[in-house]
């Protein structure tokens, strides 16, 4: 099973990280939005399934329970920003009239910035600056500020068509259409069989390409994926036996064993606390 990873327990992390390593990120998934400001480094980011060659001031977006992964080069050095951000602190700003919504509704979860005087970029230098220099006793409400500013210009960008959108360098039409079919209908029938079926291949040769082109199995895929459904339906408070079938799962004790076997407890528990980190 793809672990999950990020753990969030407050409305909003910040993290800069600047390292050198080659590193085989595993592919996972966050039950929160990340947002990345790139700086430098030989990186390529994989989300489901598509992989984007990363430049300079590249924004990297990836809304929760979406697959993905940085493979990263170990001679350059690796330096970002890493938001991890809560739907609490997304609505917190949208009650004050400051709508963030459009960050996650992007036509590519990587967005090109244009590196000239401008309020985006500007607001991306003065981040960066702030997040490289010593601590003070303001630091942390510094950061916070001038992220929450960050945001705001690339909402306007978005919003405003003045940002670029980085196509996927490699995909496999297959897979993206399978992909799509799959988080389209997790409340129906996604068997093997079925699926070969909407891609006009055989069972064996779907499961394969599939594990080639995205890294994991197209089994655990489908189970995450309802997990993660599952998970928002025990956020409304809905009844376990209905979140088991609205969620995909056809017996109860199908959804129990998995519920238990990635969370490590009951649902009848609830929804688990979050309490660890993970940087990319």
Known sequence: MYEKTGYLTEPLKLFYVSDKRDWACPVHYHEFDKVMLFFQGDVTYEIEGKSYRLQPYDIVVVPA????????????????????????????????????????????PILRQPQEAGSLYGASCRLRQVCCAEACAHHAVLKETLFLEFLIYLAQSIQERHIGYVKTGRQNEKIQRLLTYINEHLRGELSVPVLAEQLCISPDYLMHLFKEETGYSLGQYITIKRLLLARSLM????????????????????????????????????????????LE
């Not at 602190?89 to 004050?96: D, F, G, K, N, V």
């Not at 009844?239 to 004790?253: A, H, I, N, R």
């Open 65 to 108: 329970g979406q697959m993905h992964r940085p493979v990263v080069g170990g001679t350059h050095t690796y330096e970002r920003i890493i938001a991890y951000i809560s739907p609490a602190y997304i609505e917190s700003y949208r009650q004050r009239g400051c709508d963030l919504s459009a960050l996650f509704q992007t036509a590519s």
């Open 235 to 278: 956020q409304q408070d809905r009844p376990l036996t209905e979140v088991c079938y609205d969620s995909g799962f056809k017996q109860y004790s199908t959804f129990y064993r998995a519920w238990k076997k990635y969370y490590g407890a009951s649902p009848a528990k609830g929804i688990p606390p979050q309490t660890r980190l993970f």
